[in-house]
Structures are given as C-alpha cells and as structure tokens.
C-alpha cells in the first residue's frame, strides 16, 4: 500500500542562515553538553560531561526548560563529568513526565546545543474510527513512565537538487516520530530519492505538499519499519514537514511531505504526524510546489531530488530563528 496523506479533494470528500544562527553552531562545535548515552531508566543517574571553549571561563550553570520556554530550575556545574538526575531529581519525581531541554549556561549565556530529555511513556496507539484516526481514553497506569531518551539538539537540512531547506525538528510535539526521523537522516536514508508526488495550486485549490522518502520512488516503499501516530498539534502550514502513512493511523515509516500553505493543508491536522518546521529555504519549497506534474500528482520531465539529509548542531535553546511563514502571507 501506498504510503501518501489525501488529497484536498479526498480529503473534503471524507469531511541564506542567520547570522545569529552561524554563530550559534560554532559555538556549539567548542561548547557541549553530551550525554553519555541515549537511554536513561528511571531513578539511575544522567551522566553527562561539561565542555568548555578554550579560554573560556565564568560561573557555569545548567538550566532546565520546558518545551514552553519556561525554565523549571537552574543548578550551578562545573567542567567535566555531571550527574543530571543528582542536580535536577524532578527528572524522576514529576508525576507527569514531560519533554524537557538541559541548556548550558556560562555567566548566564547559552552555549551550544541544548540536550533533549524526552520521557520513554508508553503510547497510546491510534485507532480508526470510520476514517479518522482517533486516541482512545486509558487508565493512567497503562502510561507507564521508563526513563529518558536523550540526545543533543539537532536541525535537519535537505539538499535538493532545487536547493537546500532546514528544519527545526520538533520533538515537543511528536518524540518518537523526531527520533525515528534522526535516526533514517543520519543512517543515510535520505539519499538520491525522488520527490515522487507533488501538488501545487491548481482547480482553484490553494497548493498542497511535496512527498518524498521513498527509495523506489513508487510511493509504496519505506525503511522497513513503522512508528506510532502521535498526536502532534502542531499546524500544517508553509514549510511544516509531516509524516507521509496508509490507511492504517500507525504506518509512519520514512516518508514525509513538505507542506505548501496553510489553507492547503490544514485538514490534515491531527491525522497526519507533523513534527518539524522550515526555518530557511523558502525559496526551496516554492520551487518544488511549481515543478510539473501528470499523472497521479508524478514530476515529469526532470523530478526534483533529495541528494541527501544530514543534521547539524542546533542554536542554544529560545535562540534559532523564526519558523518560516509563507511570503506574503499576512498575519491575523
């Protein structure tokens, strides 16, 4: 089966960086908290190591934020080997585990990439419900909370051959699918692979999405593995990249879409897993929605390519650019 979201039509017959940025990343590259490994289980500690650029010195601290950019509690550290858990045990006492972002401060300024603490809850998988996918109510001992997932922040770029789009990804909204995602990027999944299904605007519809991810460049082929749908709120709008799936909710795999507008798009809300946000490459993403089509929605002439994927250390936490919006759109 094919891997695709609905067009808008099914759909309604059913119902150039910052500078900031650059300087970020070459801090980051002289500046890390990192993590010892990926997996913490619940009540162990959090190894972590403290580097610092050469020269540098002050008061270093490590501050805990929520996905919301509000900051729970800070702790003083110090160069070298810290235990996360021994400076923040909130970590293993909130009674409603949430995504949080370890930050390294000195003097109070951020530095480097933020580490992503997302807690291993078990899902709660989607279910259909006619067409829809729904989220069944369940007890909440059956959320059962196992550790942390931890990793350093991290943007996505795509190379293609129209020109270069980067993402934030966006793992406050959508973990599991974040993590799977980073693990297809950096295992060289996204290589030499067809934008295989492009809709723009046309029929008087505003314009749609670009799919890609699929290395047979049929729309039926993936990594040979799935995750769940999770229950991202995040909305499909200009540069959103969402996750491609069957029917069946829970098929998300490697294939995602790059959204085109908001009014194009915003039915798939809730049903389809968004979980990243264009933050450069406007230009990219307006070149892919004018590419020719024929036949189902396929490229013609000479398809548009992703030459590859590859990530790079995010700004520090709250500092990274803007999501893009779409040019002339006019803010309400």
Known sequence: MKSTPPTPVAAAARAALPLALVAAMAQSAAAQLTPEREYYGISRTIPMTVALPSGVAGDVEIALYLADGQE????????????LAGLFPVLWTATTPQISYAQLLVDGEPI?????????VTPNLAQLSGRQAVFPDRP????????????SDKHVVFSTSLGEIEFRVRPDKAPNTVANFLDLVEGGYYTDILFHRIIGAKDGREPFMAQVGDPTGTGAGGPGR?????PSDLPH???VLSMARTGDPNTNGGQVFVCFS????????????????????????????KVETGEEDRPVGDPPVLKSARTIPAPPFGKGPEALKRPGTVER
Not at 112 to 120: E, I, Q, R
Not at 226 to 230: A, G, M, R, S, T
């Open 140 to 151: 909440a001992q059956f959320a059962k909370y196992s550790g942390l997932r931890a990793w």
């Open 112 to 120: 480097g990439p933020s580490v992503v603490l997302s807690p291993m």
């Open 237 to 239: 709008d200009f540069g």
């Open 262 to 289: 908001r009014g194009g798009t915003y039915f798939l809300d809730a049903q389809y897993c968004s979980f990243a946000e264009a933050v450069s490459g406007a230009e990219t993403i307006l070149a892919l929605e």
């Open 72 to 83: 729970a509690e800070r702790a003083a550290a110090a160069e070298g080997a810290v235990d």
């Open 226 to 230: 799935f995750v769940d749908l999770e």
